[in-house]
């Protein structure tokens, strides 16, 4: 059975860092590639980063470049979204899911499958 499962999400101060795990089973990472997506309140899901099925390709959005970076431990087979000099408009519920298709770019959610139950990260003061 085919899952992922995020966790590490909680309440840190404007400037704090957290980092996300998504541990998957069923599959392994090696074999597909990886998204991190977000979802605030009242906003549409969007894209944070993503790391190719080789591990050696990594994109971020243009809110996040800098701050966060995705990464891979194919040993645990689980994937981290580490996250720094978090924002308050970083805040929202964080997903993982697995790479379906791959024809439009990483951004769009239609390509994934198997999303994790999500983990709630809120910045704020």
């Known amino acids: 059975q085919v899952q992922l499962v995020e966790s590490g999400g909680g309440l840190v101060q404007p400037g704090g860092s957290l980092r996300l795990s998504c541990a998957a089973s069923g599959f392994t990472l090696d074999n597909a590639g990886i998204g991190w997506f977000r979802q605030a309140p009242g906003k549409e899901r969007e894209g944070v980063s993503y790391?190719?099925?080789?591990?050696?390709?990594?994109y971020y959005g243009d809110s996040v470049k800098g701050r966060f970076t995705i990464s891979r431990d194919d040993a645990k087979n689980t994937s981290y979204l580490e996250m720094n000099n978090l924002k308050p408009e970083d805040t929202g519920v964080y997903f993982c899911a697995r790479r379906r298709t791959y024809g439009s770019t990483w951004t769009a959610d239609f390509q994934y499958e198997f999303w994790g139950q999500g983990t709630q990260v809120t910045v704020s003061s």
């Open positions: 790391i190719s099925r080789s591990g050696t390709t990594s």
